[in-house]
């Protein structure tokens, strides 16, 4: 079968096949988020930069939960697919979207309520609190939508469908730049305009995915009924999902806990450290997606009982990654500059311009070192090898804010990125000794006789 090629293509051709549209949706992703930061830092103010890099920080926590728990459903989905058990998929699809609608809904109504004491706890400077607040207030209103797009992107991508959530992607971020410049531009809603886009473009991308995804599973008929609700794949699913949000939460933790370090510098240092990371999470791009094609790839074949292809396929992504961190770290040395002040503007000051600029120049050597962490996570995140998984995410996380919290006030800012690659590298290493025990083989073959 066609749809079948992870299991059946080359592992290089296949792991490529699957990931290119992936990166580019992700891109796409990217542009989406990074919109916000560019209308407002170009139209508006540099304070208006500084209230929206203050609100990324909480925000990614969310979309890492839900990045996550999309990765749990969709590994339970990507082994029934390649067993060609259609009841068992229907039934953990069904009770995936149940599960995240409700939680989504739930996190959102939170969010709301508190969205101003947490910019407070987080120090964010006070002539960018008000903004910052606004901004966070109709994010949440939004949070079912991001929810369920993400939920069912994971979903489409374990049945090998990853161009689906691309279209949706291309579509939903051009729209959204669309409104961002006339929300922005036109109406001047400021800050408020920028999050208005957001809202919506969500809402319209999470609407036509659903009824994609509908028409999608029409072809996995079975003769089993299938409840909507079942406490059985919510078990399993969620031993999957739970680390799964934690290893995506772990830069989004360790932002969130860094920005309170970074915010107490003033709102100039901010806009640099929030340019920069936008910046970075657009690199990642590439890293991620092979994590996640590793993770399907994994999945479906362990599914298929063949395990030497999942070996195959993982060595074939580091030629990958390798290749893709060279490329990133000539574009961050040669182009740093004008990359920072495309969010900066022209009236961005050099204190901001230096703070990006030190922080991509750095970084540029060392993305190879999350290629290799995204990839090896991927593999035992898609067999279901969960805890070194774990373990290994949580040592990156303690390195990031132990160094933020004990060696900025001392030496600087500068510390804050320092620790980036370090933590990049313990986790790689431990997740590639878990690897080379061979427990992910035992924990797939687990799973599929449960």
């Not at 060392?366 to 990839?375: P, Q, S």
């Amino acid at each position: 079968m066609k749809k079948e090629y992870l299991i059946r293509e080359k592992p290089l051709k296949a792991l490529v096949i699957f990931a290119l549209p992936m990166m580019l949706g992700n891109l796409f992703q990217q542009f989406y988020n990074m919109a916000d930061s560019v209308v407002v830092g170009q139209y508006v103010s540099e304070q208006a930069l500084a209230a929206v890099g203050a609100s990324y920080a909480l925000t990614t926590v969310f979309i890492s939960i839900a990045i996550g728990g999309g990765m749990g459903a969709s590994v339970m989905a990507g082994l029934y697919f390649g067993a060609r058990e259609y009841g068992k998929l229907r039934a953990s699809v069904r009770t995936a979207l149940l599960t995240f609608l409700l939680l989504s809904i739930v996190l959102g109504m939170i969010g709301f309520i508190c969205s101003r004491q947490l910019m407070l706890l987080l120090n964010t400077p006070e002539d960018v609190l008000d903004q910052a607040t606004e901004y966070l207030n109709i994010y949440f209103m939004g949070l079912p939508f991001l929810f369920m797009y993400n939920v069912l992107s994971a979903l489409f991508n374990a049945l090998g469908r990853s161009r689906t959530p691309l279209f949706l992607l291309i579509f939903s971020s051009v729209f959204n730049i669309g409104l961002d410049i006339y929300l922005v531009c036109r109406l001047e809603l400021g800050v408020a305009g920028v999050a208005w886009a957001t809202l919506i473009a969500q809402g319209i991308s999470a609407v036509a995915a659903f009824l994609l995804f509908l028409r999608e599973m029409k072809k996995y008929r079975t003769e089993t009924a299938c409840s909507w609700f079942d406490r059985k794949e919510l078990f399993s699913m969620t031993r999957v999902a739970l680390p799964s949000i934690l290893q995506q939460s772990t830069v989004s933790i360790g932002m969130l806990l860094v920005q309170s370090v970074v915010n107490s510098f003033g709102a100039e240092m901010l806009a640099g450290y929030s340019a920069g990371s936008r910046i970075e999470s657009l690199c990642i791009v590439p890293m991620a997606a092979m994590g996640n094609a590793i993770s399907a790839f994994t999945a479906q074949n362990i599914g298929a009982r063949q395990y030497a292809r999942v070996k195959q396929g993982y060595h074939a992504a580091y030629g990958i990654v390798f290749g893709f961190a060279v490329l990133i770290g000539l574009t961050l040395e040669l182009f740093y500059r004008p990359l920072i002040f495309l969010f900066l503007g022209e009236e961005g000051t050099l204190l901001a311009a230096q703070t990006g600029g030190d922080y991509l120049r750095f970084l540029g050597w060392f993305f190879a070192l999350i290629g290799l962490k995204m990839i090896t996570d991927g593999l035992l995140r898609g067999s279901g090898d969960m805890k070194m998984f774990t373990i290994a995410n949580l040592v990156n996380l303690g390195i990031r804010v132990l160094t933020a919290f004990i060696l900025t006030p001392v030496f600087g800012i500068s510390m804050v990125w320092v620790a980036v690659p370090v933590g990049w590298l313990a986790n790689y290493l431990i997740s590639f000794a878990e690897y080379r025990t061979g427990a992910w083989r035992k924990a797939g073959e687990k799973k599929l006789a449960a």
